[in-house]
């Protein structure tokens, strides 16, 4: 269950928020009708209604009996509560770890796995442009919008090499495709040069899922900014002369084959 998940994220067990849930659910149950509601062994239902109630996250309330009945605080108290919580441990972890981090140079390669991390340093890398960006991908850009038109409104350019069509809702990204095709590839590719000064090369596959790498390494980001110009240059040659111009430029090598 998705709330379940989500509330194990601020540091409760999932016993712990089935608990917090069932009370939510069910007010003034005690530990015997949770265990039963939700398939857990008493004496962990216990320790969870005892680590709850010393966070404040349920309350006891007074029987004539000797059964401990409770009922979980209003949800919009605990989130406050977590909210609160989770910011003071953000701030003293970036204090704390700042002191000790040594920063490494500019030439130094980082690896990229899974596609919530690469798109999330694609959009770091787009906040952080003052001028230009180059693009060779067949990534959705919708999917990082607010960056690309916050860079378009401060005067940076956008351009975009695809071998198919994007679908592009803002006309001052300078686009050039080789096709009028729209982007039906499921496996991903990119390459994003930033400024001149950084660089990230990815692609995904059905094996091996999304992966890449970034570096700030001068001459690894001079070989993929050539590769896009490279690019965009070819594919204004065959606009002007016809594809045919391509036989004669071949110098028969491996690469050529692929």
Same mark, same amino acid.
Do not use: C
């Given at each position: ?25 069910? *007010? ?6 949770? !265990?039963?509601?939700?398939?857990? *062994? ?9 680590? +709850?109630?010393? +966070? ?20 919009? $108290? ?14 003293? +972890? ?20 899974? #596609? ?28 990082? #919008?607010? #960056? ?18 994007? $679908? ?11 096709? #009028? ?8 590719? +990119?390459?994003?040069? !930033? ?64």
């Amino acid at each position: 269950m998705k709330i379940i998940e989500e509330l194990q994220k601020f540091g409760l067990t999932k016993i712990e928020a089935q608990v917090y849930y069932e009370l939510l659910k069910n *007010p003034d149950s005690n530990g015997s009708q949770i !265990s039963k509601k939700i398939d857990t *062994p008493r004496t962990s239902v216990y320790m969870a209604l005892e680590k +709850l109630y010393s +966070l404040g996250f349920i309350y006891l309330i007074p029987s004539l009996n000797e059964r401990k009945n409770y009922m979980a605080a209003d949800p919009d $108290k605990l989130v406050m509560k977590l909210k609160s919580e989770y910011m003071r441990s953000a701030e003293f +972890l970036e204090n704390e770890l700042l002191k000790i981090h040594i920063r490494s140079d500019n030439e130094q390669f980082i690896n990229l796995r899974g #596609e919530e991390n690469i798109l999330d340093k694609i959009k770091e890398i787009l906040n952080n442009t003052e001028k230009e960006i180059y693009m060779n991908t067949n990534i959705n850009l919708m999917l990082f #919008e607010t #960056e690309l038109e916050n860079l378009l409104n401060k005067g940076g350019r956008v351009i975009l090499f695809s071998f198919e069509k994007h $679908k592009l809702t803002d006309s001052r990204i300078e686009a050039y495709n080789k096709t #009028e095709n729209y982007i039906s590839d499921p496996n991903k590719r +990119l390459m994003l040069v !930033s400024d001149m000064k950084e660089v990230i090369i990815g692609s995904s596959d059905a094996t091996h899922g999304f992966t890449g790498t970034y570096t700030k390494n001068p001459l690894l980001v001079n070989i993929a900014a050539e590769h896009i110009h490279n690019d965009i240059y070819l594919y204004k040659l065959e606009t002007k002369f016809g594809k045919d111009f391509w036989n004669d430029l071949k110098i028969s090598t491996l690469n050529e084959e692929k």
